[in-house]
Nanobody, 121 residues
């Protein structure tokens, strides 16, 4: 069982930055692919970014490429999402998720409770 707790959300203005954190429980965190997803009001949850267990591989949605950076610290069982140049369309609840499969396989089986990010224009 994996428990994920997100933090770092808030209300910011367009152009500002935020860093989200996701703290994970469990000794095998370092073996998981980790991802960030977001869900805007009235819309489906969408993929934002993912990172492999070692951090060597990352993937981003086109809408955030060049602005968001995913990283992880396996010693701290934490994954981060650095968000720069935020736009109003980035407003959403952001979720951290864990995929116990290898990179490019499996599914996200564990989810956090989400953290709200609101970007005002």
């Amino acid at each position: 069982q994996v428990q994920l707790v997100e933090s770092g959300g808030g209300l910011v203005q367009a152009g500002d930055s935020l860093r989200l954190s996701c703290a994970a429980s469990g000794r095998t965190f370092s073996t998981y692919t980790m991802g960030w997803f977001r869900q805007a009001p009235g819309k489906e949850r969408k993929f934002v970014a993912a990172i492999s267990w070692s951090g060597a591989s990352t993937s981003y949605a086109d809408s955030v490429k060049g602005r968001f950076t995913i990283s992880r610290d396996n010693a701290k069982n934490t994954v981060y999402l650095q968000m720069n140049n935020l736009k109003p369309e980035d407003t959403a609840v952001y979720y951290c998720a864990a995929n116990t499969g290898t990179w490019g396989t499996g599914s996200y089986d564990y989810w956090g409770q989400g953290t709200q990010v609101t970007v005002s224009s």
